[in-house]
């Protein structure tokens, strides 16, 4: 299994970025796949998951009505859209996969990741 993220980059207060992670070495339809982040000093934080299967999604409070997660089977790529950023979003994002149709937001649950994509929201 193979996941690699991409997207991050600077962005300003208040603005949106996409993020993409792309898996390979596995048929997305039967996994569970999350989005997490991690600030300097700072334990891996849980953001997002969505099962594959049938599209269910979930979402830590912290990012409720900002960020967006979906997915595209076909291409085995699941996207997470963060919108209205601040600074508390900044830190590494990655993806992780868990076999089965059921989300978490516990980072110990998952068991392949990508090497993360660097969000930074500066002015």
């Known amino acids: 299994v193979q996941l690699v993220e991409s997207g991050g980059g600077l962005v300003q207060p208040g603005g949106s970025l996409r993020l993409s992670c792309v898996a390979s070495g596995l048929t997305l339809d039967y996994f569970s796949i999350g989005w997490f982040r991690q600030a300097p000093g700072k334990e891996r934080e849980g953001v997002s998951c969505i099962i594959a299967s049938d599209g269910s999604t979930y979402y830590a409070d912290s990012v409720k009505g900002r960020f967006t997660i979906s997915r595209d089977n076909a291409k085995n790529t699941v996207y997470l859209q963060l919108n209205s950023v601040g600074p508390e979003d900044t830190g590494v994002y990655y993806c992780?996969?868990?076999?089965?149709?059921?989300?978490?937001?516990?980072?110990?649950?998952?068991?392949?990741w990508g090497r993360g994509s660097q969000v930074t929201v500066s002015a």
């Open positions: 992780g996969t868990r076999v089965g149709s059921k989300c978490s937001l516990d980072y110990v649950r998952f068991d392949d």
